[in-house]
């Protein structure tokens, strides 16, 4: 086995190739062989010519994991996964079937975008406090542990992202949690519809979840390729038209973008992203934002001075300006700018108008970090801004019910306070901590509870990440099973 061969799990994103990731690209290009499902080999057909392809159908996962890890004996190999790979996707099960074969220094986890990024930067949400991510598929989690789960969230009336909703033969357990987030019909929530995320034949609409549960010809427009997001708390944008449904208002081509970055390095940029930053007349945003694109970026650049919402504001109105000139304009966003960014504020509506604005949507932080410590967040998992006080006791009850917890926006010192007080309610849960995940000073511990609550360095933009039970610890990194041991063996 070459000992300079690499196994890259790579993810694609959710579809459309603007929505690749640079490093994706490059790692399918350094590729000798290619594994993966064939629809998701379709996406990026014309990155294959020359390469050794090999695919496989639906349920044949852990045949994949085994053929990519033995195809390292004749060069670097890419074993693609639709989305990012910690989500829903091949990070746990490769790194696994990898852990008894090489070095795990020797595998690499290439984060994507993942579809409730996407879809919540197509229709304008934003997430300023929390949101959950279940799947609905009960083939590889029971479904007493989903409904838990579901139930938990909605108690804590947390946005809700639910994959696989909805298939030919499981029509009830969408009814279910839908019934479960409505507490029995006594409350109602704004819900999305997106299917085909950032594909051919994409369709986004707004409805109510009562709504869903009363019209079957809605819940019949749901289906495998279908994400919802359930409203809930500290989520803004959404809404209902005349008709019952509007479409999001993150307009495809607008002279304003919200462009996310990704976590700093800038290999992990989506190729829209870097399309927007060449193109654009004017970028805007902070200055470690703007020297990790110095290299795409032609235009006149801005970082502007003052207090935070100054700031917001000034880049709004300067973009506002470039607008009325004719230009483009482009406010970058670290990680992506759904989740627990400034994004909102420019999103609504203010005294210079509605903004008419695209989304970019970026790696996030919990992606990138994830990706560095290996697959912690496999199975379902929540998303939490460390600014909320309540965030220790709201971690422990999540794990409680089987989550992932990833905890934001923190100083090391505290996120370690936080693992050494949550720790004690599964002492053997790996964490990780991850400080600037993939900038050229990122700073990584992997350990327990104790181990965390001392980290070895500190400072601030720290991502904690709490892996999900079925989670062990392997030459430094995490490795979740997400229950493929149940259907196969291997």
């Not at 070459?2 to 490059?26: H, N, Q």
């Not at 803004?236 to 976590?263: A, F, Q, Y």
Request: aromatic share 6%.
């Amino acid at each position: 086995m070459p000992s300079e061969s690499k196994l890259y799990i790579v993810g694609i994103g959710p579809g459309s190739r603007d929505l690749l990731t640079r490093r994706a690209k490059a790692a399918i290009a350094d590729s000798k062989s290619v594994v993966g499902y064939r629809p998701y080999l379709d996406l990026v057909s014309d990155l294959l010519e020359g390469k050794a392809v090999s695919s496989t159908g639906m349920g044949r996962e852990v045949d994949r994991a085994k053929e990519a890890v033995g195809l390292l004996d004749e060069g670097s190999v890419a074993l693609v996964s639709s989305g990012d790979p910690n989500v829903y996707g091949m990070a746990g099960l490769g790194l696994e079937v990898a852990s008894g074969k090489v070095d795990l220094g020797r595998v690499e986890v290439v984060p994507g975008i993942t579809s409730f990024s996407a879809a919540a930067c197509r229709a304008g949400i934003t997430f300023r406090k929390s949101v959950a991510v279940i799947s609905l598929s009960d083939l590889l989690t029971p479904w007493p542990e989903i409904e838990k789960r579901a139930r938990i969230a909605s108690e804590l009336n947390m946005p809700i992202a639910l994959y696989n909703p909805r298939s030919k033969k499981r029509t009830w357990q969408l009814d279910r949690v839908l019934d479960i987030c409505t507490e029995g019909g006594r409350i109602d929530r704004d819900l999305l519809v997106a299917r085909n995320v950032a594909r051919e034949g994409e369709d986004l609409w707004w409805t109510k979840a009562e709504e869903m549960l009363e019209k079957e010809e809605l819940r019949q427009k749901v289906d495998m390729f279908t994400l919802l997001i359930i409203g809930g708390d500290g989520m803004t944008g959404g809404g209902r038209g005349e008709e019952g449904v509007v479409k999001g208002e993150s307009i495809p081509k607008s002279r304003i973008n919200l462009v996310g970055v990704g976590p700093g390095d800038p290999s992990h940029l989506t190729l829209e992203a870097e399309e927007f930053i060449e193109r654009s007349n004017l970028i805007l945003g902070p200055e470690r934002h703007l020297q990790a694109v110095r290299e795409s970026i032609k235009g006149e650049t801005v970082s502007n001075e003052g207090g935070f919402e100054e700031r917001i504001r000034a880049r709004l109105l300067a973009a506002k300006e470039a607008e009325g000139r004719g230009e483009t304009a482009s406010i970058l966003f670290g990680g992506d700018p759904s989740t627990f960014s400034s994004a909102w504020r420019i999103l609504e509506p203010s005294e210079f108008g509605p903004s008419k604005v695209h989304v970019s949507p970026g790696v996030g932080a919990f992606s990138a970090a994830a990706a560095r410590i290996g697959a912690p967040l496999v199975n379902d998992f929540v998303l939490l801004s460390g600014l909320d006080d309540d965030a220790p006791e709201r971690a422990r009850k999540l794990m409680e019910g089987g989550f992932a917890v990833v905890i934001y926006n923190q100083s090391s010192e505290k996120l370690s306070g936080l693992a050494g007080r949550i720790g004690d309610l599964d002492p053997e849960r790996p964490f990780g901590l991850v400080q600037d995940a993939t900038r050229h000073d990122e700073r990584i511990a992997v350990g327990r509870g104790a181990d965390l609550a001392r980290p070895k360095f500190d400072g601030r933009r720290c991502t904690l990440i709490i892996a999900g039970p079925e989670a062990r610890i392997k030459d430094g990194r995490i490795i979740t099973r997400r229950g493929y041991q149940t259907k196969y063996d291997y």
